[in-house]
Structures are given as C-alpha cells and as structure tokens.
C-alpha cells in the first residue's frame, strides 16, 4: 500500500465506523442552520441532540460521545451552556470542536472563543481563514461572517498561513481547520491541504455550521486529526457532485443526499489533498 493508500483507506474506515453506530453528538448551534446540522448528523449515519439549555446541558454533553459548539448568532444562554457543555467534555475526554462563527467581526466573539479555548481544550478549532487570524491576534479582513478577500489562501501566502496554524495547534494542543476554498488541517506536525469543494459551497447559509457537525460526527470516532480530515473532504465532494442543480435551494437537499448516499469508490475517485 502506498501512503496515499493508506490515508485514504484510513478515512474510510472512519466513516464506516460511524455509519451504523448512531453515536450521540450534542451539537450547540444557531438557530439559522440548526436544522441542516441536525440532518447532516443523521445523514452519516450519528444521531444528534440539539439541547441549549444551560440547565440541561451537562448532563446531556456527558452522555454524548463528541461536542459540537458553534458561535453563530450568539445569545447568552448559549454562551453560558456552551461553556458548561465544554468543560464536563473536557473533563469526560469527550471529543469537542469549536466553530469560530464571526470572531472577526466581533469582540464578544472573540472574547468568548479565547476564554472558551483556554478552558475547555476543544480537541478542533475551525474557522474561515478570516476567523483563524483573528484567533491569532491578527489583523483579519472578515467581510460579517465570511472570509474577506485579503485572508483567502493562494500560492503566495499558503507557506506563510501554515506556519500560523501549526504554531497555534502547538499553542493550544488542539487540531486546526481552516475552511475556504483551500481547506487547511494541521496537528502541528502533519498538515493537509484540500482542495476539494465549489463556489455553491458559499452560495447557501451554513455550508460552514454544517461542516462543523460532520466533524463532531467522526470526531466521536476518536481520530482526531483523520475525522476531521473525512468531515472536510467529504464536504467538499459532495458540493461537487451536487453542482448540476438548478440553483441554490436545490443545491441545499442535494447536499444532504449526496452526504447521505455517497459510496467509497466516488470518495477514492474525487478526493484531493496534499499532504505536507
Ligand atoms: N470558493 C470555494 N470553493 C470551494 N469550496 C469552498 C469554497 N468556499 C467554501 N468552500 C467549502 O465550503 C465549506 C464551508 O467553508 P466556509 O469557509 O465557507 O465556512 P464558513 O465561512 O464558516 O461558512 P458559513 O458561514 O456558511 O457557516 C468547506 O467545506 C469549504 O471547503
Ligand atoms: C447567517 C448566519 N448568521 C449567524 S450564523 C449564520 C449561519 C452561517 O454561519
């Protein structure tokens, strides 16, 4: 087997793990793509819990196998169960993933993301590239929530932005995904580069919330770095194949067929990443 091989074999045997398990993901989100987490969740084969209250969240973060937290539209409730949900995971060795939605347009948010991190240890940080350096202490160009034209990856600056992730996954001991249409994934030492994906990705709300629960999925599984790297490509692939619609709200349900229905041939067939 070449190592190529053995990566992608490796994925593969994540997604298989979980198809049929029906683990547990308590996912803490907004309440605009709330639903299409719950269904891309479903789609993998995991079972999700959407439960925000800050009264009833412990007890559910510590009977779930991953956390998923997410910053969009932030309320206070929220942002009083997320911390509750973050330390009993932190506490349980439940894996967790942080979703930075809109820290570069907002000093809550980033405030919040900083305290979170430092006392939750979330096993994945993810971000849009803007997101990412504003985490950093960066100066970030974030358009709202997006990524802003100065911040996305090219040839030019990709050396220069790996750099900056692996210092912050060393920084935080936490797994670094920043999505666009050069996803990057590092744990420090091995980093991936993935170009799969289309611009539709963008082109519907949540494309991003949604990504964040596929990763709480196969995080479950316990693999870290290779779970998030599945969650991602897979994304990816799957906005691909959903591309021939005929516009956006389509494009939204093909998504989550696609999530739903795709084989290991199409992901051994499409899959693009570099590994660095
Ligand atoms: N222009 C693009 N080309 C290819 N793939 C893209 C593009 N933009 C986004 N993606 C893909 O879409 C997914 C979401 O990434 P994105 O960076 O847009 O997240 P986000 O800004 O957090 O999204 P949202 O705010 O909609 O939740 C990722 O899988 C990423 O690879
Ligand atoms: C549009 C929007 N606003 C806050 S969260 C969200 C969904 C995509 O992140």
Not at 81 to 90: P, Q, T
Not at 137 to 143: E, L
Not at 160 to 179: F, P, R, Y
Request: one cysteine or more.
């Amino acid at each position: 087997m070449t190592n190529q091989e053995r990566t992608i074999d490796n994925l593969l045997q994540i997604k298989q793990s979980i198809k049929f398990k029906k683990n547990l993901i308590h996912c803490i989100t907004n309440p605009i793509s709330i639903n299409d987490c719950a269904n891309m969740v479903l789609a993998v084969g995991a079972k999700p819990i959407m439960a925000e209250h800050p009264l009833e969240v412990s007890e559910i973060t510590a009977v779930s196998k991953s956390l998923g937290v997410n910053l969009g539209n932030i309320t206070d409730n929220r942002m009083k169960s997320m911390l509750i949900s973050g330390k009993i995971a932190f506490e349980k060795k439940i894996p967790q993933v942080i979703d930075l939605v809109g820290v570069g347009c907002s000093k809550l948010r980033l405030d919040y993301a900083r305290k979170y991190i430092s006392e939750c240890h979330p096993s994945v940080i993810k971000g849009n590239m803007s997101e990412i350096k504003a985490i950093c202490g960066i100066k970030s160009n974030s358009k709202g929530i997006d990524v802003g034209a100065c911040d996305i990856v090219t040839e030019q600056n990709s050396n220069e932005i790996i750099e900056l992730l692996k210092a912050l996954s060393i920084q935080t001991d936490s797994v670094i995904a920043a999505t666009g249409a050069v996803d990057i994934i590092t744990n420090g030492t091995h980093t991936y580069l993935i170009t799969n994906g289309c611009e539709m990705l963008s082109m519907i709300t949540g494309t991003g919330c949604m990504l964040t629960a596929l990763i709480a999925s196969y995080i479950s599984s316990g693999n870290i770095l290779d779970a998030t790297v599945l969650a991602i490509t897979l994304m990816g692939i799957c906005g691909e194949l959903s591309q021939h619609v005929k516009g956006t709200g389509s494009f939204r349900t093909e998504l989550i067929d696609n999530m739903f229905s795709i084989s290991d041939d199409m992901i051994i067939k499409k899959i693009r990443y570099k590994l660095k």
